[in-house]
């Protein structure tokens, strides 16, 4: 099956069903994407499937898609691609399997930009927030993305107004690279006022979306594209978030992916920091007052010892042992980080990133303060 | 042995030694006060004890120490007496028995007031923070002092400049009652610009101190002094530290007391509060934005519920079954809080919150994020 046919099937299916389509992204598993694109097309597939597809299935604009695509110097990035940010994706196949609701990776990505996905979220940290930001969110934000860029993380968001259009410009005032993952066609300046920001990222960096050229964006779209923020970043920082800001979901996200998730302190008279206020009281996020935390909290400081092992391993996938090596190498009684946990097991730090929500959804390791450990049932008291 | 035999004894013994003195305390409680008092004088006690009372034996200035207290409309108060504030302090006793350095009860209380002590400490909070406090913190300190005092909590603090001053400002500004711990004798105005507030304080509050009259403050005095800070309330909220701030000595003896410790977030680019952030960010400290999660992190929500189990064991001291009925109502997976736990068990919140730092230090019990569990090797996996 050459590459082009499979990408040419994935355009197709990227436009037939709207994302999240489980029973279709199982279907495509199942039976491959050509073969899924067939029977689709043909309507001979299971009932869930049809019910996500049969509205759509007649609309097959795949050609135009890539020929759009190819004008503006972008690209469709199938699985089937080196470029494919597998493991960073791996956390939404296993959320989706456990039956989390943000879980679930995408059937292609649309990109703008010559950089190569998978290698920017090697390093990659996501910086979200509100819209509606107050002057310090702003600063801050900037900041991040700056510092961050200049440590040379890639900076990830979502290109909306507020922070994370501060975050982008900051990544790009350094001279690193960011990445914009949109609720819309990557062709589709959304929102209008960031169209130069948006068509200034893929000079350094990335424009990615799930949805296929000239798709508007949409309110469940964009808590449907939080999830690839979460997912394309080692950790997520909320810079600001009020009580009801959309920022909020990406959080969820990221903690159900086994991400860190990160917020900013602010004043506690600023409304527009009550959402990490309450993400930092709950315990869910970490508290970060600069790049320097962001860098220790996302655990990059031990990222080198692993790199090596990583490589080889994202190459050839993991082997059947990786799965027990991580459990062994899990604390007892103190939690471990997923850095140490690598390097312990020897295992790749994505393979072991992937392992550990998985654990935790069968009860095999739950997260503490300090990182991983196994769950107790099975910490050899589980027949006592 | 009458009861202002006693006090003229602690009198003598609270100038004798410079606080903290373990030996001469572990002295007083195995022989008595009046006892170890003669014994003191005459120079007859162990060497470690004489060690801490040498220099000051001779320098018995108790009867005029007294005087001078009646003449500010103030006293002493001695363990003996009812408003011994038996419960706070009784963390301190436990935590120098675990050989914790900031533990130890003082020998005595000097208080100008007339409130009594442990009826103001039944229901306090520890408000303390930056001499050198910013706009923010000291309008934070105010609210805060204001909101508590108006929820009838008592707000504890040191007097000093900044934040201190604008906790128990609030407090008084709101009809309520506040405690200003000295690291001085009570009859001595420092900070000297604080001593209208110091004067105005015991008309609704008290100003207390373990030093006796006219002593002057010291360095190490204020260190001292801030674990009875700690004691007195049922948690410390630190409003604002900048990263060598005395209050970040606070907020290490409130968590080795077993107490809640809380910061406030505040903007990360004021070094301000640098010190809250750090506390954040360890996990040491639960953030809190308003009054009413400080009353939330201090769990008195629960509190009426078990007033009553409070006062009837207060009075009687703990019956020798209260141990095992606590621990038996610790959480085998899941923390509780004091609160839950002193209903699940029917022993006084007091007395509960005594034993859950000794239960940690033996082992028996943890702290996890919800509250109190038991530690795993006492959960039925010991023998495993």
Redesign the interface.
């Known amino acids: 099956m050459s590459i082009d046919k499979v990408r040419l099937t994935r355009a197709y299916l990227s436009r037939v069903a709207e994302p999240p389509a489980p029973a279709l992204a199982a279907f495509v598993d199942e039976v491959g994407p050509v073969k899924a694109a067939e029977l689709v097309r043909a309507g001979r597939v299971p009932e869930a499937v049809e019910g996500q597809t049969s509205a759509r299935r007649g609309e097959d604009r795949a050609e135009q898609d890539l020929r759009r695509m190819a004008e503006l110097g972008g690209r469709l990035v199938v699985p089937e691609d080196d470029e494919w940010p597998e493991w960073p994706f791996n956390a939404l196949t296993l959320a989706a399997a456990n039956g989390l609701k943000c879980g679930l990776a995408p059937l292609a990505l649309w990109v703008r930009g010559k950089a190569n996905v998978a290698e920017l979220a090697e390093r990659a940290v996501a910086v979200v927030g509100s819209r509606d930001a107050s002057g310090?969110g702003q600063?801050?934000a900037t900041e991040f993305g700056y510092g961050l860029a200049e440590k040379g993380i890639v900076v990830v968001s979502g290109a909306a107004y507020g922070i994370d259009g501060c975050a982008h410009r900051g990544a790009l005032a350094a001279e690193g690279s960011t990445i914009a993952v949109l609720a819309c066609g990557v062709d589709v300046p959304y929102p209008a006022g960031h169209a130069n920001l948006i068509a200034r990222i893929p000079e350094r960096g990335l424009v990615v979306s799930e949805y296929p050229p000239a798709h508007t964006p949409a309110r469940h779209r964009f808590l449907t594209r939080n999830r690839l923020i979460a997912a394309l970043g080692d950790g997520t920082v909320v810079v600001e978030a009020g009580r009801r800001s959309g920022a909020k979901n990406t959080a969820a996200s990221t903690t159900a992916l086994g991400r860190v998730l990160m917020a900013?302190?602010?004043?506690?008279?600023s409304a527009s920091?009550?959402g990490?206020?309450e993400l930092?009281?709950s315990?869910q996020a970490?508290?970060?007052?600069?790049v320097a935390?962001v860098v220790e909290s996302t655990g990059r400081i031990g990222a080198d010892l692993v790199e090596s092992t990583r490589q080889s391993s994202t190459a050839i996938g993991p082997p059947n042992g990786d799965a027990v090596r991580v459990h062994e190498a899990l604390g007892l009684?103190t939690g471990h980080s997923a850095e140490v946990i690598a390097v312990e097991s020897g295992v790749a730090l994505s393979t072991v990133r992937a392992l550990l929500p998985e654990f935790e959804m069968a009860g095999l390791a739950e997260r503490v303060?300090t990182g991983w450990k196994r769950s107790?049932v099975t910490?050899?008291?589980g027949?006592?």
């Open positions: 310090y600063h801050i900013v302190p602010g004043p506690v008279t920091s009550t990490c206020h930092l009281r315990g970490i508290a970060v007052s600069t935390e009684t303060d107790h910490a050899g008291c027949d006592a």
